[in-house]
């Protein structure tokens, strides 16, 4: 067994299941998405721990605008305010904290709060968290293609130069991505970086997901046969 194969460098989490996770408590939904937020806390030390690279997790994608506008704006309100007030446990635990998604159509104190976490952990480099927040797959593929298009009017496009112009163009895919709540899909989740991740799904809901069972899904990892279309 190679190991270099069975290294983690990027993570990626579906943090899904917040709102199940209150309603089976008789809570409102944003309670449910406030023990995710500490859930992720306590995950992205473990991670770090575990000697994983990149870190990246769903916490909005561009389809939940269509929830209820008390929902959204709590979203809103809770990412925000965890950004600006887990900026120095993140920059003492050398977390450089990285966003992806659109900017557009976010509310100015979110931008703020997201431009500062960035600025501020730019020089951290025992782990990046990456929020994909206000993000979609396909949304990111347009976004790039465009982006692209509009610098090179006249260079053919190939998967080396696209790849440059994703949201965060220096990170490694995914090695594994997993999804918590018993939902077996992506969501629109890393779709052109998804090709060759090892996927891994649990009934837990995101707010009860521990480091136990981050070792578990690691475990799970590890007996993969990643072989890339290849034989062997
Ligand atoms: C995931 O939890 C967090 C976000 C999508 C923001 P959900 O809010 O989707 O929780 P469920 O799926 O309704 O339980
Ligand atoms: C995916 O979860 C997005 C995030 C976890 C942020 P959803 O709860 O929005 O996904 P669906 O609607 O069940 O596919
Ligand atoms: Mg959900």
Redesign the pocket.
């Known amino acids: 067994m190679n190991k270099k194969e069975h290294a983690i460098d990027h993570l990626a989490i579906?943090?899904?299941?917040n709102?199940r996770w209150a309603k089976k408590r008789g809570l409102p939904r944003l309670l449910g998405h406030r023990a995710g937020v500490r859930t992720l806390e306590n995950l992205v030390y473990a991670a770090k721990d575990r000697g994983i690279r990149y870190l990246s997790v769903?916490?909005?994608?561009s389809?939940?605008w269509t929830r209820p506008s008390m929902e959204v704006s709590g979203l809103m309100k809770l990412f925000g305010y965890y950004a600006r007030k887990k900026l120095n446990d993140l920059k003492r635990e050398d977390v450089r904290v990285r966003f992806a998604g659109r900017r557009e159509g976010l509310p100015d104190f979110v931008v703020e709060a997201m431009d500062r976490a960035e600025s501020e952990t730019l020089k951290c480099s025992s782990i990046d968290l990456i929020a994909?927040f206000n993000?979609g797959g396909r949304q990111e593929i347009l976004d790039s293609v465009n982006r692209f298009i509009a610098e090179n009017p006249d260079k053919p496009l190939d998967e080396d130069s696209l790849r440059g112009y994703m949201y965060v163009p220096d990170i490694p895919d995914p090695d594994l991505i997993v999804?918590t709540?018993g939902?077996f899909?992506l969501?629109?989740?890393w779709l052109w970086q998804c090709s060759y991740s090892e996927l891994y799904f649990t009934d837990v809901l995101?707010p009860d997901f521990d480091s136990q069972m981050l070792d578990t899904a690691i475990e799970s990892f590890k007996m993969r046969d990643r072989r890339y279309g290849g034989l062997r």
């Open positions: 579906i943090m899904d299941g709102g769903y916490a909005f994608s389809e939940n994909c993000y999804r709540s939902e899909r969501s629109n989740f995101w």
